[in-house]
């Protein structure tokens, strides 16, 4: 059936206002969307735009002929130089970014909130569409009167596959599941490993372990920080943790070797047995008993007993991640720009 027979129509949220009133139905629609992931969500998006925010909300949110929310497309305007974009809310932090739809809505429904939040946009020089998975309703959306440079990949983003039913030993190479078994060895003899999950009562010094691990990691490469050198990440992270958490979706680990802090993961939680691990962070002074490893395998032995899913990797094509059998699955980009206006790169 189509949009119209719906009775579906458009309308573009264009102040924090009206943005932040909406939060109670983005996450009632969030929650109904078996293919969303958190960087969808009102618990990811809103902190990042508290903190990020620097333009306009150009949100176009579809509702039928009752009222309700049936999808939302979060954009906003970037006033840059000579340029005004039209980018996604979550750009830069965010591995995955689609519009929100429920599943029954119509076909079309991802073009209608495209071509109205575009309608909305008459400053907008360029719009660009980044970090689009595999299945994005964005990859097919059509833009009406605005010019399109088509789709092309972007950043490979590994996943490991992990059946139902499957074994640790089934999922790893032999010399994967080799190394994980000795380095669980040389762990227990150094005073044994425990992993636990952070709570509401211990998010924060859990918080400040990861970010402490993951600082001195990038620090060795020569980079200090990683990519939480910026104040701002940091406190984008900090505000956003409480309510990922709060809602199941933040997986926060941390590693202890003889009761230390040794390596620590921070995952999202995703429908289907998706387990996005977004940042992580090791004692490079315990590599002896390669702490990373046991973390992640820790995590995939926690998948495997779970019902199986699948351990994303996210973007970049780092050794490590294939080492652990991932596979590419390629994330995609769209540049569009306003009629009459020459197509830039």
């Not at 949110?61 to 039209?86: F, H, I, N, S, V």
């Not at 809310?89 to 029954?104: A, K, Q």
């Not at 509401?200 to 970010?211: C, E, H, K, M, S």
């Not at 387990?275 to 702490?291: H, I, K, Q, T």
Request: glycine fraction near 12%; charged fraction near 20%; hydrophobic fraction near 45%.
């Amino acid at each position: 059936m189509s949009a119209a027979a719906c009775g579906l129509r458009a309308e573009v949220l264009r102040d924090d206002a009206a943005l932040l009133a909406l939060r109670p139905e983005w996450e009632a629609l969030w929650r109904r969307c078996p293919a969303a992931t958190p960087f969808q969500s009102p618990f990811w998006l809103l902190p990042w735009w508290a903190e990020f925010g620097t333009g306009q909300p150009r949100a176009a949110a579809l509702r039928d002929g009752a009222g309700w929310l049936r999808g939302l497309l979060p954009l906003y305007l970037l006033p840059e130089g000579e340029e005004t974009k039209l980018l996604p809310m979550g750009i830069g932090l965010s591995d995955y970014l689609d519009v929100l739809l429920e599943p029954e809505a119509p076909a079309e429904a991802a073009s209608l909130l495209l071509r109205a939040a575009l309608e909305a946009s008459p400053e907008a020089t360029t719009c660009d569409l980044t970090d689009l998975p595999p299945g994005a309703a964005l990859r097919e959306a059509l833009a009406g009167a605005w010019q399109d440079a088509g789709l092309w990949n972007s950043d490979p983003c590994p996943v490991l596959e992990l059946p139902a039913g499957a074994t640790l030993g089934a999922v790893l190479s032999r010399k994967r599941h080799a190394a994980l078994r000795n380095a669980r060895n040389r762990a227990e003899r150094a005073g044994g490993w425990a992993v636990e999950s952070a709570t509401a009562n211990t998010l924060d010094p859990a918080l400040d372990a990861l970010i402490a691990l993951h600082g001195a990691r990038w620090e060795a490469r020569g980079e200090p920080g990683g990519v939480l050198a910026d104040p701002r990440v940091l406190r984008f992270h900090r505000a956003a943790a409480p309510g990922l958490l709060a809602v199941g979706v933040l997986r926060l680990q941390l590693l202890r070797l003889g009761g230390v802090p040794a390596a620590a993961t921070y995952a999202l939680l995703a429908p289907g047995g998706r387990v996005l691990l977004y940042l992580s962070g090791f004692d490079g002074a315990r590599s002896y008993e390669s702490p990373g490893a046991i973390l992640l395998g820790a995590i995939v032995e926690e998948i495997l007993a779970t019902g199986g899913g699948e351990l994303h990797l996210l973007r970049g094509d780092e050794a490590y991640k294939y080492g652990w059998g991932a596979a590419d699955r390629h994330n995609a980009a769209r540049h569009l720009v306003p009629p009459g206006r020459g197509m830039t790169a």
